[in-house]
């Protein structure tokens, strides 16, 4: 696959339904057999079109990677929400389409990230992944993340272990 035009931009509202269907996509191909299916479920139905809507306007920045008129990606990220990783900066979410993978587009967003949190004061980030997703683990430890804190996530009565990574 050609991706000869790549950007990285803040999401605009007319992102919404791209976003919803990526979503839906990343999710359903990371989390399959990892998440409860019910749950795997309901948390793509709550991401609707309107949810991204929403999601474009928040503060916390919201940024897609697009190739040509595509959006293929897309992360969310600011400062730290919790102490567990004692970083400053974190990202909450980071996803390229799966027909996009192994391209380089998710080290390219997770490098701009990195690079606008520490342009904001923020230059030790963490970003959490679920422990059976071996995929995402092997992608931030790539990357130089050092395991540093382990937890849990509670989804529809299923306890999902999660290794925090921090960089910097």
């Given amino acids: 696959m050609r991706t000869s035009t790549i950007s990285i ?10 976003l919803a269907d990526l979503f839906d996509e990343t999710w359903r191909e990371a989390y399959r057999g990892i998440i409860p299916g019910v ?6 139905s709550q991401r ?25 990606g897309y992360a969310v990220y600011g400062p730290t929400r919790g ?6 900066g974190e990202i909450d979410e980071l996803y390229i389409r ?3 993978q ?14 606008d949190l520490a342009d904001h004061g923020l230059p030790v980030i963490g970003v959490w992944a679920l422990e059976e997703n071996e995929r ?3 992608f931030y430890t790539g990357l130089g993340g ?23």
């Fill in 136 to 138: 995402a683990r092997a």
């Fill in 48 to 72: 609707s079109p309107q949810w991204w809507l929403g999601a474009t306007q928040r503060s916390r920045p919201l940024v897609v990677v697009e190739t040509g008129d595509a959006v293929v």
């Fill in 102 to 115: 192994g391209l380089g587009l998710g080290r390219r967003l997770f490098r701009a990230l990195r690079n």
């Fill in 9 to 18: 931009r803040r999401a605009r509202a007319d992102d919404a339904d791209p």
């Fill in 146 to 168: 050092v395991e540093a804190a382990r937890s849990v996530d509670r989804w529809t009565g299923a306890v999902l272990p999660k290794v925090g990574y921090r960089f910097g």
């Fill in 83 to 88: 102490g567990l990783l004692q970083t400053s």
């Fill in 98 to 100: 799966p027909d996009h």
């Fill in 39 to 44: 749950a795997l479920e309901r948390a793509i």
